[in-house]
């Protein structure tokens, strides 16, 4: 066959970069969320031109990167509501280790500990952060460096992580976290910077992802065509060939 490993490499990558968007589409209401960056059809693009076919652009590979960038800061008033300003990561603990999310829409159990919205707790710079129960979510108060206060009595400081020369080995885990190595060990930023009574927003820009998926659909319509027509050159050459 003569460019149909091509063409099916290329409808391979673009089905992937198209899932990509649609995902990121519909995580951008999500607070924290970082979207996911296909290279792929950019570079194709970019290689194609006018001419989305395969004979345009030769062998690409397709790269899966996570943009990091900070989402806007969106005010709510909520208490509980905490976001990291600059780089960093909030630490949640689970039965099977860590994981770091920039989501700060925070609770508190039936226990008084802090957790997040899927009751994962909240990691301390010394340990859970626990507030009495009799405590009104009006009284408490969380300092620009995460400290967490209640009528001046700290209930402890919360954690924020960064992973210098390492977020390329960052790994999503799901519903905006992301796991690392085990033998990869975050270091603790000791004067964060955070904002209680805000959240922060998805970086998804819905037009640059409407644009893209616009362009990934033209671009897997035309290698469509491409390879239709090369499987009815092929099978005319055939029905030729057998008389």
Not at 30 to 38: A, F, I, L, Q, T
Not at 72 to 89: A, M, Q
Request: charge should be neutral; aromatic fraction near 6%.
């Amino acid at each position: 066959m003569r460019i149909s490993s091509s063409v099916s490499s290329s409808i391979g990558s673009l089905q992937r970069e198209y899932e990509t968007i649609a995902n990121n589409l519909a995580n951008v209401s999500s607070n924290g969320y970082k979207r996911v960056v296909n290279s792929f059809s950019k570079k194709l693009s970019e290689l194609q031109g006018d001419d989305p076919t395969p004979e345009a652009s030769g062998s690409i590979k397709s790269k899966t990167m996570i943009d990091y960038s900070q989402g806007d800061l969106v005010e709510t008033g909520r208490k509980l509501d905490v976001t990291i300003c600059g780089s960093g990561f909030f630490v949640l603990e689970t039965k099977n280790g860590p994981v770091y999310s920039r989501n700060g829409h925070f609770n508190l159990n039936s226990t008084g500990q802090l957790v997040d919205s899927a009751g994962r707790l909240v990691a301390g710079v010394s340990g859970p952060i626990v507030i009495p129960k009799d405590v009104p979510l009006s009284d408490i108060s969380i300092s620009n460096d995460g400290n967490v206060n209640v009528d001046g009595d700290n209930f402890g400081k919360i954690k924020v992580v960064d992973f210098p020369n390492n977020y390329q080995n960052l790994r999503p885990a799901g519903s905006g976290t992301f796991t690392i190595d085990k033998k990869i060990y975050p270091t603790t930023i000791q004067t964060p910077l955070v904002k209680q009574g805000f959240r922060e927003a998805s970086n998804v820009n819905i037009t640059e992802e409407l644009v893209a998926m616009l362009d990934v659909t033209r671009m897997y319509e035309a290698n469509m065509k491409v390879l239709t027509k090369q499987n009815e050159d092929d099978r005319l050459i055939l029905s030729v060939a057998m008389g």
